[in-house]
């Protein structure tokens, strides 16, 4: 690597699989990425937005997970949502690079029971779904959705821990760290798909302050056969990152819960095919050269 010196509620999953919600962009964004000394702390922002990152449309109301550069689990402090967004703050204290994560993780879907359509009780998990359909339904369609927003802190210097992969879903394995991302420079970043590299995925990063230009400056790039991906960045400043197995749409960003179909899939309960949704976003402080 090149370096230089709790879970939503399912309503929210379902919300994200409906295309009203294609239109929105879910973020995190951070009071600073890369921080000097040995006890600090750092705010962030989390909301749902048309503009990054401009609060208009609602709070991001999960309250994250914290990990520490060691690996041990930090926590949030001062968790207030309010009618646009969500602030909360984490007291940094070791040394090395934190991750800050909200994970979506659930299965949902709808049955028919004697004649009537039935919604798979919110909140549902994998392990579950075997017990919430009763004997005797048809026309079962589910979907299993995996949605993962993070961002990284250093404090000092760089550190890897906080990157090693938990094999579910769409997750970054840095080449370069993203806390070390300078305008006019090249990153490399690998993504995996279930611990996997993953080839072909759809990555899009785009410049905060969409709001106050009239052109979105957005970069659509693929993952290699490595699930490699390089950037260069055109200028300094926060970019919204979105990764996902489809293709986005200029001026609109791919779903944030976009649907994928992996090798080896398997059919889901009546014959029905089984969806699966997958996306990771991420905010990375991209600084001046």
């Known amino acids: 690597m090149k370096l230089r010196t709790p879970i939503l509620a399912m309503a929210a999953v379902v ?160 080449v370069t760290h993203p806390n070390d991302l300078v305008a006019g420079e090249a990153a490399t970043f690998q993504f995996l798909l279930d611990g996997k590299p993953a080839a072909g995925l759809y990555v899009t990063a785009i410049p905060g302050g969409i709001r106050y230009r009239d052109k979105l400056k957005q970069m659509d790039l693929r993952t290699d056969a490595q699930g490699k991906v390089k950037i260069t960045w055109p200028e300094p400043g926060m970019y919204w990152l979105n990764v996902t197995p489809n293709a986005p749409q200029e001026g609109r960003p791919a779903p944030g819960a976009a649907a994928a179909a992996p090798q080896g899939q398997a059919p889901a309960m009546g014959g029905v095919p089984s969806g699966r949704r997958v996306s990771y976003t991420t905010t990375l402080e991209v600084l001046a050269p």
Request: proline letters at 6%; zero cysteines.
């Open 15 to 174: 919300a994200l699989a409906a295309p009203a919600a294609w239109a929105h962009r879910m973020w995190l964004l951070p009071s600073s990425t890369v921080i000097s000394g040995s006890d600090n702390w750092v705010t962030v922002d989390a909301a749902v937005s048309n503009d990054l990152f401009f609060f208009d449309h609602r709070p991001m109301a999960a309250i994250p997970t914290v990990t520490q550069p060691d690996g041990s689990e930090g926590k949030v402090e001062h968790h207030a949502v309010g009618q646009f967004r969500a602030t909360f703050d984490v007291h940094l204290t070791q040394q090395g690079t934190y991750r800050i994560a909200v994970v979506n993780e659930g299965v949902f879907g709808r049955y028919v029971l004697n004649g009537e359509t039935k919604m798979i009780p919110r909140g549902t998990t994998k392990a579950q779904l075997a017990t919430v359909i009763p004997a005797g339904a048809t026309d079962v369609q589910t979907s299993e959705a995996l949605t993962r927003n993070e961002i990284f802190v250093t404090q000092g210097a760089p550190t890897t821990t906080v990157f090693t992969p938990a094999g579910r879903g769409i997750e970054l394995v840095p």
